[in-house]
Every structure is written in structure tokens, then in C-alpha cells.
């Protein structure tokens, strides 16, 4: 198993700034990811972290508006950039190991928008 | 039509009930299935993985896949408080995605 940490917790930002999100995982994997979660409903994919290269954006997310790093096997950021009160929610760092189905998730970091 | 679907409750059972819960799909190609727990506040956690018709079981917990119904559900028996929570399906639509469904939350009363 893997076990994901999160960096900040939950953090209350100004409309217009930009908030960076740490994942570190305890061991190397092939895949990270990073979904957002409103309140009450499920998880949407934002895009697939890929150690070495741009990150691959799901169709309504682009990097512009949220650039994500991946420069080891091991950790990966995502930046929210300019952010409005539609941005609020819940952020989580996923990893896939070894086998495809293994995928473990951070304990996510909550985001208000003000 | 949305690619998963699932009731979103919630649902509120007696402690020792038996508990149902279920997903729609909509693509038959789809093969593997998965159901998450996630507790208030914390990330998802892999319960079950499957990727077959029929049934899979783990201690109290049951998977079972109806391909031709494209129908999952989650049966979990004699039911605990520590059960009470938010149960999300999850379906592989390729090796590298996983979509999820709205997720169901489930409240077991002691």
C-alpha cells in the first residue's frame, strides 16, 4: 500500500491569488493524479500527473488555470491560479501502484475561496 | 446519460442490518469495478476491486458485478456504526482512468 500526505490541510485564500498544493507518497508509483470534490458529490478527475512531462488535463481543466509538477516518483504539486469562490472545494492527490487497480487517495485539502 | 450513477441517499439503517447499495452504468465495454469508502473528512479507501459477473466477498462485505444489466452493488452484512459513511462506486475505463459515481452515504445507527 501506499500512504499519501496532503500539504496545507485546508487553507481560506483570497479571491485572485494562487494556492500550491503538496502530495508526497511513502513510495514510488506510476501514477498520481488529482481530483476535486464539492461537497456532497463525487470525485472529478482535474488531470494525471506524468513525472517528466506536462501533465495530461481532463476536458474543463487547463493548465493555465491549474499547473501541476511531478518532478520524481514520489511527489507532485497543483497550483490553483487566480482563484474565484467557484474554486472552493476539496483537492486530492491519488496514486496508482503497481497492479491497476491500487489507487490511493490523500486525505485531501479544503479550500475556501473568499 | 451519465457514465455512473448511484443513489446518493442518504440511507440510515439499525446496527445488524443488512445494507444494499447500487450503481448504473452506462458502457458495456466497461470491466472493472470498485467500491470506496470514505469516511467525513478523509480521502477515499479501496473496499473491493472486481472485474467479473457474479459475486466477490471479503468479511462482511459482498461485491457483485451484472454485466448484462450493467448493474454493481455492495451488500454488507451485519452492520456496524464504524460502517457509517460515504460509499462510492469506481469504474476503470482504461488503464489510467477511474470514474466514480456521487457516492452514497450510509448512516448505521447503534
Known amino acids: 500500500s501506499a500512504v499519501i500526505s496532503q500539504k496545507p490541510s485546508r487553507d481560506i485564500c483570497q479571491r485572485g491569488t494562487s494556492l500550491t498544493i503538496q502530495c508526497q507518497v511513502d513510495s514510488q508509483v506510476t501514477m498520481m493524479f488529482w481530483y476535486r470534490q464539492q461537497p456532497g458529490q463525487s470525485l472529478t478527475l482535474i488531470a494525471t500527473a506524468n513525472q517528466g512531462s506536462e501533465a495530461t488535463y481532463e476536458s474543463g481543466f487547463v493548465i493555465d488555470k491549474f499547473p501541476i509538477s511531478r518532478p520524481n516518483l514520489t511527489f507532485s504539486t497543483l497550483t490553483v491560479s487566480n482563484m474565484s469562490p467557484e474554486d472552493s472545494s476539496i483537492y486530492l492527490c491519488s496514486a496508482r501502484g503497481g497492479s491497476s487497480y491500487e489507487q490511493y487517495f490523500g486525505p485531501g485539502t479544503r479550500l475556501t475561496v473568499t | 446519460q451519465k457514465e455512473v450513477e448511484q443513489d446518493p441517499g442518504p440511507l440510515s439503517v439499525p446496527e445488524g442490518a443488512i445494507v444494499s447499495l447500487n450503481c448504473t452504468y452506462s458502457?458495456?465495454?466497461?470491466?472493472?469495478f470498485m467500491w470506496y469508502r470514505q469516511y467525513s473528512r478523509k480521502g477515499p479507501e479501496l473496499l473491493m476491486y472486481?472485474?467479473?459477473?457474479g459475486n466477490k466477498e471479503d468479511g462482511r462485505f459482498t461485491a457483485q458485478v451484472d454485466k448484462s444489466s450493467k448493474y454493481i452493488s455492495l451488500f454488507i452484512r451485519d452492520s456496524q456504526p464504524s460502517d457509517s459513511a460515504t460509499y462510492l462506486c469506481a469504474i476503470e475505463t482504461s488503464y489510467d482512468k477511474v470514474i466514480f459515481g456521487p457516492g452514497t452515504s450510509l448512516s448505521v445507527i447503534p
Open positions: 458502457n458495456s465495454a466497461f470491466q472493472y
Open positions: 472486481t472485474y467479473s459477473s
